[in-house]
């Protein structure tokens, strides 16, 4: 009797793989799969084509498995092709085949973003691809912000933006730091960036009360809770019993002429907002009380 022992020729069917830009990657055939890839089977490639520009990629080989990290600053998926030569040591040589490679986008900050926001007032922040490599469906993850001057501000995961509610508890401009990190389809990591906030402050002020005769002119300016410089305020006409006179108004005092009507003490109530520049405070009493007068003839 003759044993012959016959040893497998490889023999790879052109398959493909996926990546992210950026990571180390290590691909080989699986037999069956991808046709008849005998064990011990080595790979030699040459340089990887491509439409675009991507860097990184090198020949190589002999090696168990074809190996590289390939880059692009693309927000799209983009592809390389290698022409791999597959070979055993029993049989040598197998036909060439082809390995498409495709690559996911990461995400690539090159500016900071940043917005100013009102305290109390939620803000949010979508980037946009364009200046910055943003890929579609891209996701941000952050820890609770650093700074000080302010209260609020949580940790979130995968977000559709980048976004929060923060107050400002001081009388002057605060700012919060957010550090992000985005992750695009694939699970494709990008370098962390920070975000920016500037909180204005928000006027608070209690309900205030003060006193004028009767036809004679007022002018009333908060002087309690936190007011910021050039805080203006918005009231509309007073409320009150025997009174009349007293329109609404804007400025950077509350003023007016009440006329009492009676002859005793009477109060006259307004509402008034207190604007910090663009930010409008939640309303806030004022008491500004009517006080009779005699007229002597």
Do not use: M
Not at 191 to 215: D, H, K, R
Not at 264 to 291: D, F, N
């Amino acid at each position: 009797s003759v044993t012959v022992w016959v040893n497998p020729v490889v023999n790879i069917s052109s398959f493909s793989r996926v990546t992210c830009s950026g990571a180390n990657f290590s691909f080989s055939a699986i037999n069956v799969n991808n046709g008849i890839v005998p064990v011990g089977t080595q790979y030699t490639w040459q340089t990887p084509s491509s439409d675009v520009i991507i860097s990184g990629g090198s020949a190589g080989g002999p090696a168990n498995s074809i190996t590289g990290s390939l880059s692009h600053t693309y927000s799209s998926v983009q592809t390389a092709t290698y022409v791999v030569t597959p070979s055993t040591a029993a049989c040598g040589p197998g036909s060439d085949f082809t390995l498409t490679v495709f690559i996911n986008p990461i995400p690539i900050f090159t500016t900071q973003p940043s917005v100013v926001t009102c305290g109390g007032v939620p803000f949010a922040i979508t980037p946009s691809d364009g200046v910055d490599v943003v890929p579609a469906n891209t996701k941000y993850t952050w820890l609770a912000p650093t700074g000080t001057g302010f209260t609020g501000g949580v940790s979130k995961t995968a977000s559709a933006d980048i976004s929060g509610l923060l107050n400002n508890s001081t009388g002057f401009a605060a700012t919060a730091t957010y550090f992000v990190s985005p992750t695009a389809p694939g699970n494709c990591v990008g370098s962390s960036f920070t975000v920016i906030v500037s909180i204005v402050p928000n006027a608070y002020i209690p309900a205030l009360s003060t006193t004028t005769c009767s036809g004679v002119g007022f002018n009333f300016s908060p002087q309690s809770g936190i007011i910021p410089t050039g805080t203006t305020y918005q009231w509309n006409p007073p409320s009150g019993v025997s009174i009349n006179g007293g329109a609404g108004g804007t400025g950077a005092a509350i003023s007016g002429t009440l006329n009492n009507t009676s002859n005793i003490t009477r109060t006259a109530t307004y509402q008034v907002t207190p604007l910090a520049g663009s930010c409008r405070s939640e309303e806030h009493t004022s008491e500004l009380q009517s006080r009779q007068y005699l007229v002597c003839r």
